[in-house]
């Protein structure tokens, strides 16, 4: 199919400022905030060992929260979207979608359909079946989130989101995002305290660990166990301390705090609540001793990361744009196009034409011409060759319309044999030519396979046109005009093409 001419939309200009304004918002936010927080800075450095240690944790938590939920933001939206396509064949979506794995940040994706069929690869399915990830789908409303697990697929630690969707005129079923963990430890990493400060992610019920950040690098994202490297160490006389701390983070405390010693070493560790990983806690340690002399250069780091947060930030949020805008067009595409021809459908054709002459009446430059074009006696050839036969001539008939129109105009078929075009410039000579070049390419489409089986049978084809503003000044009276044009056409005979004629 021939592309189209480029042609900015208003609705399109109006997608564009509101990103702009958007960005100019978020900038102005993260400036606003970066001030705050160099003034706040300058309290922060006069608290207690304890406090420092918690609000690190703290903030820490919430960008994973925030991490988390953009990601479950994601998957409802893209749940949403599938819903309102209504799609009849998960295997069919499932294959165009994985071929996709990685667009967003996510490892893979697959479905669940209603019978509880999963929709993935043989990996993800054993997956399933190993972490009890069914259970887990079960729980969106409208959406879950697994406990972290290794995966068979990468060998790293990743977490799948659940989310519930509508396919097949209402069935219910699930869409899955397997996402890495590495995602969330970046957020938990933080260049500034990359020395003595030791983050974890860890589950209450099973004190399972996975480390950010520390002072060896090759320990991070490697799986422990807190009971071996956390606890065991502990001098004897604070075993009972760290054993309160962890009652507290098995019993669901947001937030809990603990001070003890390891040899002659004093370390303030803080745990805080992850809100969209149950039982799951963010773990930060820090040794007492480096918190003073190390709070100057800690701000000024923090700073400096919180600029590279920045800029990354920005980045990734153009680029999450420009792919959510692709996505968004690959579904409307899906939405917007007759099955059977590839041409627009009636829908589709009413909102663009209308957008695009409400475009030109804006401009006063350019004219666009509208086109009505029937089939000459289709019912004939459906009760002569039969149904097949005419959707041959339907999508044949298109293909011709696509190849002449469409680097310059918008092809649809308006229903049954009855096509439209809106052509971007209103030259009668060059439309003239070119619905002639379409006669001729109508007259060889053939019904049949042969022309001993097809006899007499010549394609042909009535066309009634109107001219934007010179005959209409809106998409509803510009497609009367050519209609009434349509009408003299078949009057006289049918099988050519007229133009509409204002009455003196």
Known sequence: ????????????????????????????????????????????????????????????????????????????????????????????????????????????????????????????????????????????????????????????????????FAYDGGKNGYLFLTYPLEEIQRMAYTE????????????????????????????????????????????????ETYAAWKDKMNAGEETAAITYKIGSKTYTQVC??????????????????????????FRLSVLIFLGILFIATVIMFIVSHRGETKEKKVLENLSIQDPLTSALNRRAFDFTAGQYLGYLGKTLKNEASLLFIDIDYFKHVNDRFGH???????????????????????????GGDEFVV?????????INRQLELLRKKAAAIMPCDSAEECGDFVLTFSCGAAVFPADASDLKSLQTSADNALYIVKENGRNGFGWYEKEE
């Not at 994601?74 to 295997?91: I, K």
């Not at 959707?391 to 078929?413: M, P, T």
């Open 192 to 239: 500034s305290l990359a020395g003595d400060t030791e983050i974890w992610l860890m589950e209450a019920s099973s004190d399972n660990i996975i480390q950010c950040a520390g002072s060896n690098k090759y320990f991070i994202g490697v799986w422990d166990n807190a009971l071996l490297s956390l606890r065991k160490p502990i001098n004897d006389r604070y075993q």
């Open 1 to 164: 199919m021939n592309k189209k001419k480029n042609v900015i939309l208003p609705n399109e200009l109006s997608k564009s400022f509101s990103f702009i304004r958007m960005l100019i918002i978020y900038l102005t936010i993260c400036g606003v905030g970066v001030i705050v927080l160099l003034f706040s800075f300058n309290g922060l450095i006069r608290r207690q060992d304890k406090k420092l240690t918690n609000d690190i944790c703290s903030l820490i938590t919430e960008k994973i929260n925030s991490s988390i939920s953009y990601m479950t933001s994601s998957a409802v939206n893209m749940a949403a979207g599938l819903s309102v396509q209504n799609y009849s064949d998960l295997q069919e979506l499932y294959d165009a979608m994985s071929q996709n794995n990685g667009g967003s940040g996510y490892v893979s994706i697959g479905f669940i359909d209603e019978e509880n069929n999963i929709y993935a690869s043989p990996t993800e399915l054993n997956e399933f079946e190993k972490w009890n990830l069914m259970d887990t789908a079960r729980l969106a409303d409208p959406v879950s989130i697994s406990a972290p697990y290794r995966s068979g697929k990468t060998g790293k630690p990743v977490f799948t989101l659940f989310a519930d």
């Open 422 to 430: 809106l052509v971007q410039n209103g030259d009668k000579d060059t």
């Open 272 to 297: 805080s609540k992850i809100d969209f990983m149950y039982g799951w806690y963010v773990v930060v340690r820090i040794p007492s001793s480096s918190l003073s002399s190390a709070m100057q250069q």
């Open 388 to 414: 097949e036969a005419g959707d041959k001539i339907l999508k044949e008939f298109s293909a011709a319309l696509l190849e002449i129109f469409g680097n310059d105009g918008y092809v649809s078929r308006y």
